[in-house]
């Protein structure tokens, strides 16, 4: 299994961002997905999270409101559009998945993890 983020990058505080991760090597369309973030010196922290169909979503309060996650399992991605965003969202956003249709919200629920993409949101 690989996943591979994409779509960081320097924003000014209030700008939007898209995330992406492409899957590939297994039945993605098969088994929930989520995003987390690790700020620089603090510990990983859950994002979202969405179920295999996509009928299921999860959210940080952090960012409930602000961020939304979505998929397209026709071309095995799944989505992060991150709006209104704050300096405080500043970390390394890294793509999981996990083999179960469910979503989890549990960093030791997932089975597999991608390379992390940068954001940076300037004050």
Same mark, same amino acid.
């Given at each position: 299994?690989? =996943?591979?983020a994409?779509?960081?990058?320097?924003?000014?505080?209030?700008?939007?961002?898209?995330?992406?991760c *492409? *899957?590939?090597?297994? +039945?993605f369309?098969s088994?929930?997905?989520g995003?987390f973030?690790?700020a620089?010196g603090?510990?990983?922290?859950?994002? *979202?999270?969405?179920?295999?169909?996509?009928?299921?979503? &999860? &959210?940080?309060?952090?960012?409930?409101g602000?961020? !939304?996650?979505?998929?397209? #399992?026709?071309? #095995? +991605?799944?989505? =992060?559009?991150? #709006?209104? =965003?704050?300096?405080?969202? !500043?970390?390394?956003?890294?793509?999981? +998945?996990?083999?179960?249709? *469910?979503?989890?919200?549990?960093?030791?629920? &997932?089975?597999?993890?991608?390379?992390?993409t940068?954001?940076?949101?300037?004050?």
């Open positions: 299994v690989q =996943l591979q994409s779509g960081g990058g320097l924003v000014q505080a209030g700008g939007s961002l898209r995330l992406s *492409a *899957a590939s090597g297994r +039945t369309s088994y929930g997905m995003w973030r690790q620089p603090k510990e990983r922290e859950f994002v *979202a999270a969405i179920s295999w169909s996509g009928g299921s979503t &999860y &959210y940080a309060d952090s960012v409930k602000r961020f !939304t996650i979505s998929r397209d #399992n026709a071309k #095995n +991605t799944v989505y =992060l559009q991150m #709006n209104s =965003l704050k300096p405080e969202d !500043t970390a390394v956003y890294t793509c999981a +998945t996990r083999q179960r249709p *469910a979503i989890a919200t549990m960093a030791d629920d &997932y089975d597999y993890w991608g390379q992390g940068l954001v940076t949101v300037s004050s």
